[in-house]
């Protein structure tokens, strides 16, 4: 069976994105390949095996357009709530929490927020199929 090992965004500044990982949800470098033309940085924490990759092509000036097709990350917390207030806290803008419901029963909690880049990351409370 495959395994799910990491996603890939393209960034403009490799110390803002890495920054913002950092402090918005507990990322760390876990690896930094560099190559002539572009660098490979590999973002993880201790909650999942799941990585982050981070690609810096080297040269590139002009933001990245994310077009219709890119959707989001997502990362689960314990607390949506709490978590909103503390990236507030840090300048980070997130938005509002949003409850979704399906037949009458909560099915996500949660609010989105904006890398440096403009990509979107939900960030949902653990619950249901969110674990």
């Not at 495959?2 to 965004?9: Q, R």
């Not at 507030?88 to 949003?98: A, F, R, T, V």
């Not at 099915?107 to 927020?113: I, R």
């Amino acid at each position: 069976m495959a395994k799910m090992i990491h996603s890939m965004i393209r960034i403009l500044d490799e110390a803002r994105s890495v920054e913002f990982y950092e402090r918005a949800f507990g990322l760390s470098v876990a690896d930094r390949v560099d190559f002539e033309t572009f660098t490979l940085i590999y973002m993880s924490n201790a909650e999942t095996g799941f990585e982050l990759e981070l690609t810096v092509n080297k040269g590139r000036t002009a933001p990245y357009d994310l077009g219709n097709a890119y959707g989001h990350l997502a990362v689960s917390v314990e607390e949506v709530a709490v978590e909103r207030e503390r990236l507030s806290k840090l300048g980070l803008n997130p938005g509002e929490l949003i409850e979704l419901n399906r037949d009458g029963k909560l099915f996500g909690l949660f609010f989105f927020v904006s890398d440096p880049d403009g990509y979107k990351i939900e960030v949902l409370q653990r619950h249901g199929r969110f674990l």
